[in-house]
């Protein structure tokens, strides 16, 4: 008889990279010594850069004096990839999940991130795919939709996908996104002829897509509110 698989869903709404990477971080030190279980963190944040730890800082085409002034952050990280942007309306995930558990290496389970997208793109009639070889993330035709980057540390994962839903896509023009250079982003907003209904419907739809995914039959939902009172923490 198959075994019920849980993940915990963490709701946080918007959220700094700076608070999310902390968060990450202490999940992912919980997860090794199995203190909580596989764990999906769902967020978007404020208009931020990262840098994977290749430093391609030679990817972000403006002076770094401007990216104030364009109301960005910068920030450089352990994840791999290239530089990506975030921001307001982009459904974020970071699993904190256990691969070894489930027996899979690092190259099958970038591509059940990609299918994750692929399928919530699916559910609004547009059909992506995985991109080219040395291309990461998820494409409509030449057009990029998700992007992926990842980090595993002895066997659990952090980092993850970030789908665009409807960001403004100016702030893409400032970087080469993922280091792909001459290809455009794109999102869901811009591919569907649907009626989209509201992110937060749409980034459960990426949850739902995760979870099947992966595997997983049982979903515990968290919010922001419970995990900082968990943490003895006040808003």
Known sequence: ????????????????????????????AERKIHKIPDTLVSLQHPPTYTLGKRRTDHNLLIPETELKRIGAQLHYTQRGGDITYHGPHQA??????????????????????????????????????????????????????????????????????????????NYFKHIV???IANKDVTSLRRETDLALPTEEVVQDQLISCFARQFGYNDLVWKDAASILSESGETE
Not at 1 to 28: H, I
Not at 114 to 137: F, H, Q, R, W
Request: hydrophobic share 40%.
């Open 1 to 28: 008889m198959r075994v019920p698989r849980n993940l915990e869903v963490l709701r946080m709404g918007t959220m700094s990279y700076q608070e999310a990477l902390k968060l990450q971080e202490k999940l992912v």
């Open 92 to 169: 974020i995930l970071y699993p904190i999940i256990a691969l070894r558990d489930m027996g899979l290496g690092a190259r099958k389970y970038v591509e059940k991130l990609e299918s994750t997208m692929i399928d919530l793109a699916s559910l609004y009639g547009v059909k992506a795919c995985p991109g080219n070889k040395c291309e990461t993330g998820v494409w409509v035709g030449d057009r990029k939709i998700g992007a992926i980057g990842v980090r595993i540390s002895y066997g659990i994962t952090s980092h993850g996908l970030a789908f665009n839903i409807d960001p403004d896509l």
């Open 177 to 179: 996104p993922c280091g």
